[in-house]
């Protein structure tokens, strides 16, 4: 099973291993978090995931439909709420600036909803989380 593992780099920088790659986050920089302002933080890398996860589903459904798919970008416009924190208001635009998409449009639009990330988002009944110490594993939820 695929894993993903965010280890602590220094101050407020974290260090997340995916696959071959290492992508950093920071926490925002405010005087409660203290973070620098020095990477997108997890939740700016949430969006993106939805973002980029958008567009390869689109881009894949343009290339097998004949839909001009060149200079297509997705744009998720967003709010950060508090007390809990979260992201509320998510609306994603899908730019295909260089196509014509008429009567596909419904289909464009059904694509996008069906992204792995945004499937996994629909789905999500819960999140069970589990702590290890030195002992070993403390509780799970």
């Known amino acids: 099973m695929p894993s993903v593992k965010s ?13 071959d790659h290492e992508i950093l986050n920071d926490v925002p920089p405010t005087p409660e978090w203290g973070g620098k302002g020095r990477h997108p933080t ?11 996860c958008i567009a390869a589903f689109v881009q894949q459904y343009c290339s097998k439909s004949g839909i001009d798919a060149s200079g297509l970008y997705v744009e998720i416009h ?16 899908v730019h295909l600036p260089n196509a014509s998409v008429g009567q596909r449009a419904d289909a464009i639009r059904r694509v996008s909803g069906h992204c792995t990330v945004h499937e996994t988002i629909c789905k999500m009944e819960g999140l069970p989380i589990s702590i290890h110490d030195k002992t070993g594993e403390v509780g799970a939820a």
Do not use: C, W
């Open 7 to 19: 280890r602590h780099v220094a101050d407020m920088v974290f260090a997340t291993q995916v696959g």
């Open 42 to 52: 997890p939740p700016d890398y949430f969006v993106a995931s939805l973002s980029s």
């Open 78 to 93: 967003y709010e950060k709420a508090i007390n809990p924190a979260h992201l509320r208001e998510l609306m994603v635009e």
